[in-house]
Every structure is written in C-alpha cells, then in structure tokens.
C-alpha cells in the first residue's frame, strides 16, 4: 500500500483500503470496519489534496 493516495480519488483509496483489509483480516471484518475504512479513505484524500506550497512550508520541511 505504499504511495496510496498519490493521485487517486477517494473512492480509489477505499478500494484500495478495502481490498487490503479483506486480505488481512476477510471479508466479514472488512464489513465490520467499512465506517472506518471511508472516513480513512477520506483523511487520506484530504491530506493528499491540502499540502501546503513548497513556498509557504516552514523551512524546517524544506
């Protein structure tokens, strides 16, 4: 899962979260944390979305 949310929409990242978590834990937990899975999927596309411009980060981040 490395890179995710490096361009994709929200949707794509909870597919992408979803099918992981069907791989480690089934089916029937990754049912069980969907609620979880969405809000993740929509943190992550968020974050991706409202970096701040190389010009404006604190120069420590540079």
Do not use: H
């Not at 794509?12 to 089916?27: F, K």
């Not at 969405?38 to 120069?59: H, M």
Request: aromatic letters at 10%; glycine letters at 8%; hydrophobic letters at 30%.
């Amino acid at each position: 899962m490395s890179g995710i949310g490096s361009g994709f929409s929200q949707q794509e990242i909870l597919v992408q979260l979803t099918s992981e978590a069907q791989r480690r834990w089934g089916n029937d937990r990754a049912e069980q944390i969907k609620t979880y899975l969405e809000n993740t999927a929509k943190q992550i596309f968020e974050t991706e979305n409202s970096l701040p411009v190389p010009e404006i980060e604190p120069g420590y981040f540079q």
